[in-house]
């Protein structure tokens, strides 16, 4: 998750981007907004500012590998925390969030803006039910982070509603909210903060967000998933692109671009979108961890053989060409043009991805 993804919140971005940049983002931060606004996005957003090892422009990287497992919700020093049915009865021995990890990255990769029903829904339970962040739940997080970071020099703890913190859990967690453990973050957000126990209120600094303007051109951040007729056609212009530049055939290139500038604007851009992101689970293919790894078969089939051409050597280049041209298509830039010039670009950069 980018600060860029984060749509009309501008001046909460800038206060959280300085803050971290100056070094002076508090130990225990609480975003605060109605239910709808981007808290949670905006959190996600941070945790990769701080994590990543190559930020520039006031923007994580997108490609290192902090960045990667950030955004694929697989960091092992950036810690999730959101309410949980009981299934367990007594708060003693109930699941925790870590039980649920799968379900919640996969509820929030598809939408940041999730709100609490529709996580009831997805853990597999009626919507009726009530959600709580149990006692249980404070015990593991004080464990987890009494330990050594693992690869970073920081370690995030994003708490979803503290609001639905049971009493026990919050008294619980007083004390580590209020002297956190060095080099670790709280991130709270909250939509709904005056429910809060008081004495949780206390200990953390808050950022409000702008309410949601209605009116204007609101959109949703993060992964425009294409319908699947989409994805197929994508996904098959996809492979011909990669096959096509790697082999250098220009004469087939070039009826290439011609069919892809026959497309929309809109469908070109939501190409070029899809492109980045299977360029990005390609660079992950790499990385061997397949929990990390969101794919339909036909594209993991596909990536098997490709994602060793995507790798250190490229991924930065082929995600800044891909930006470019879907820059370039928003701008009335001859699509033909366009689609070409990306072709070609790929040439040498597929050629320097599959030297050794
Ligand atoms: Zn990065």
Same mark, same amino acid.
């Given at each position: ?19 971290? #940049? ?5 130990? &225990? ?12 996005? /905006? &959190? ?26 950030a955004s694929k919700l697989g960091h ?21 969030? !870590? #039980? ?10 598809? =939408? ?26 404070? %015990? ?25 913190? =049971?009493? #026990?859990?919050? =008294? ?40 949601? #303007?209605?009116? %204007? ?9 294409p319908d699947e007729e989409d994805r ?8 011909? +692109? ?17 069919? +892809?500038? %026959? /497309? ?35 594209? !993991? ?35 033909? +043009?366009?689609?070409?010039? /990306?072709?070609?670009?790929?040439? +040498?950069? /597929? ?6």
């Open positions: 998750m980018f600060f860029k993804d984060i749509v009309g919140q501008d001046s909460a971005v800038q206060k959280l981007r300085d803050a971290i #940049d100056n070094n002076r983002l508090p130990h &225990a931060l609480m975003i605060t907004g109605p239910e709808g606004t981007c808290g949670l996005a /905006l &959190a996600w957003a941070a945790a990769q500012y701080i994590l990543c090892q190559h930020k520039h422009d006031g923007e994580a990287c997108g490609v290192c590998p902090e960045c990667i497992q092992p020093d950036l810690h999730w925390v959101y309410p949980l049915i009981n299934k367990g009865g007594s708060g003693k021995d109930a699941s925790t969030s !870590e #039980d649920f990890l799968p379900e919640w990255r996969e509820a929030i990769s598809q =939408n940041p803006y999730i709100n609490l029903s529709q996580w009831i829904k997805a853990q597999g339970s009626d919507e009726n039910k009530q959600a709580h962040i149990f006692v249980s739940e404070a %015990g593991n997080i004080i464990k987890t982070l009494s330990t050594k970071p693992y690869e970073s020099d920081y370690r995030i703890l994003i708490l979803w509603l503290p609001e639905k913190l =049971n009493e #026990d859990a919050a =008294n619980k967690l007083l004390k580590i909210i209020e002297e956190p453990y060095e080099k670790t973050y709280f991130l709270l957000v909250s939509h709904n903060p005056d429910q809060i126990i008081g004495t949780i209120q206390s200990r953390v600094q808050r950022l409000q967000l702008a309410p949601i #303007d209605y009116l %204007g051109n609101f959109v949703q951040p993060g992964i425009q998933i197929l056609y994508f996904f098959e212009k996809f492979c011909s +692109m990669m096959r096509l530049s790697y082999a250098r055939k220009l004469y087939d290139m070039k009826k290439w671009s011609e069919e +892809m500038s %026959g /497309l929309g604007r809109e469908r070109q851009k939501s190409f070029l979108q899809y492109a980045q992101n299977l360029i990005r689970e390609n660079y992950v293919m790499n990385l061997h961890q397949p929990e990390l790894n969101y794919m339909k078969p036909d594209e !993991e089939a596909f990536s098997s053989r490709f994602s060793r051409f995507v790798n250190a050597k490229n991924v930065e280049g082929i995600m800044h060409e891909l930006e470019v041209a879907e820059t370039d298509v928003t701008q009335n830039v001859s699509s033909k +043009m366009i689609f070409f010039d /990306l072709s070609l670009k790929l040439i +040498m950069l /597929l050629k320097a991805g599959s030297q050794t």
